[in-house]
Structures are given as C-alpha cells and as structure tokens.
C-alpha cells in the first residue's frame, strides 16, 4: 500500500536512514527541515522537504503534516544547552503529536530512548532528557492515535546488523550490550510501520540476536 510518510529530524543521523529507508521501500517521503538550507539536502535524497520547526505553532507544524499516513518523529535536541530537552524531546515532541491529530494524521511512531520509561534506573547524566522523554512518550499513548515508541539503548554508527532484542521491557543487566547502531533503529521503525502487532506498543531496543521480522511480533517477549 502506498503511504505518505513525514519525518520529523529528518537530518539528523537516524532520520536520515529511516527517510533512506523508506524511500528505498518506493514510499514517498516528507521530511520536516528547520533550517531553509537543509531542503536541498532532503531534495537530494529524494524526498519532499518542508520547513517547520517542532516549536512552532501547533497550527504551521500542522500544515506541514497535512495529508501524511503516518508521521515519524526522529526529532531531538541534540545539544545539552539547559532546558533544550524540555522545548524540543517533551513539549515539541508533545506539539507534534497534537499537530498530527489535528491534521489527521492516523498514525504516529515516535523514536524513544530506553530507560524513557524509567528515567530513574537510566545513567545519571541522561536522566534529564529521559524525563522530558518520558512525558511526551507518555502523551502520545494518551493521544488517540495509532501509535508506536521504540526505545533503543545507545546509538552507533556502525552498519546495521539486522540482529536486534527486542520488548516492552528489556533487561538491562550489566555485561550485556546496550548500544545498537543508527541503521538498525531506522530498519526497526520502519518494519513496524506495517507489523500489525507494533501498534499501541512501546518496546525496548538493542543489538541482539534475533532478526527483524522475527523479533518485532513478539513485542512483549524478552
Ligand atoms: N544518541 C544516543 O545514543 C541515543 C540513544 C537513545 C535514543 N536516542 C534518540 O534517538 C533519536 C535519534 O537520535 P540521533 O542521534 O540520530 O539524532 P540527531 O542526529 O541528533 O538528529 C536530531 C534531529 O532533530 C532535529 N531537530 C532538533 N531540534 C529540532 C526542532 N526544534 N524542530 C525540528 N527538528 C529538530 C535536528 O535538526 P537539525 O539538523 O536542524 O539540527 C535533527 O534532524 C532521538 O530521539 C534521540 O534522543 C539517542
């Protein structure tokens, strides 16, 4: 089935493969860029760029996800600059979901952290942009829309591996890997686009053993 799907964060460095993978898939593809310079980027790799900004006013963000199946959010403030986790991982990621719904947008996956879903037990220094995390995770489930969170645990840059674990709460015991590259979070997101059993989930996400397809079905595993 053809959809439209938009992303939000869709230059940052797992937007980037999720927009790389959708396309890949023959899905066109809206990416929602910030600055005016990044559209020729999003043009080069095929898809329709769109400026918007997540702290914008529910109503612009809204004209920028008009007439999209499904809505990615890849978004996040990448820097540490106090209070930047508050605007952007909670109260923009809370105006995108309240952006979708007024569009009427459907459906909503929205890109996670682990330990979203317990900041306390998460590393210290982290445990700021795991509430703001946490809150707009939270808003999403409350939203009304058909919604998915991955959480995955510290990103890489390696190549996708295609091996992940994956459920609604994974064990974090130390000695087991924790991290997962970018390309596999995309492959992820993706797949649960169309997996009928991701819908109305939230799930924990890292390197692993098991494959995709074999491992997403099986969300409340462990
Ligand atoms: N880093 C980790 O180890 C880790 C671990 C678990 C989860 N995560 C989460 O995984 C996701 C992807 O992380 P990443 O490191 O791949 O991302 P990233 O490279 O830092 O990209 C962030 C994206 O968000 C966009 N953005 C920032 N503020 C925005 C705003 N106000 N409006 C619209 N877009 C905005 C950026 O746009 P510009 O290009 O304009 O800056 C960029 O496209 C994030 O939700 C992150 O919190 C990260």
Redesign the pocket.
């Known amino acids: 089935m053809t959809m439209l799907v938009t992303v939000?964060?869709?230059?940052?460095?797992?937007?980037r493969l999720i927009t790389a993978e959708l396309l890949a898939r023959g899905l066109p593809v809206r990416g929602?860029?910030?600055?005016p310079e990044?559209q020729d980027v999003v043009r080069s790799q095929g898809a329709e760029p769109v400026l918007a900004?997540?702290?914008s006013a529910t109503e612009l963000l809204a004209d920028a996800l008009t007439g999209s199946d499904v809505v990615i959010n890849?978004?996040?403030?990448?820097d540490p600059q106090p209070g930047l986790a508050e605007a952007?991982?909670r109260d923009?990621a809370i105006n995108a979901v309240n952006a979708a719904r007024k569009a009427g947008v459907p459906r909503f996956l929205q890109?996670?952290?682990?330990f979203a879903d317990r900041p306390d037990q998460g590393p210290e220094f982290l445990q700021r942009v795991l509430r703001a995390k946490q809150v707009s995770d939270q808003a999403l489930v409350d939203s009304g829309l058909s919604w998915t969170i991955v959480r995955?645990?510290?990103?890489t840059d390696d190549p996708g591996t295609g091996l992940v674990r994956i459920a609604e709460r994974l064990d974090i015991t130390p000695g087991i890997p924790r991290t997962i590259p970018?390309a596999d979070v995309a492959a992820v997101t993706v797949a649960a686009l169309d997996e009928p059993t991701s819908r109305f989930r939230a799930f924990d996400l890292t390197s692993g053993t098991t494959s995709i397809t074999a491992a997403l079905p099986t969300t409340t595993g462990s």
């Open positions: 939000l964060g869709t230059t940052g460095k797992t937007g929602v860029v910030r600055r990044a900004d997540l702290r890849a978004a996040a403030a990448s952007v991982d923009g890109v996670s952290s682990l995955p645990g510290g990103l970018r």
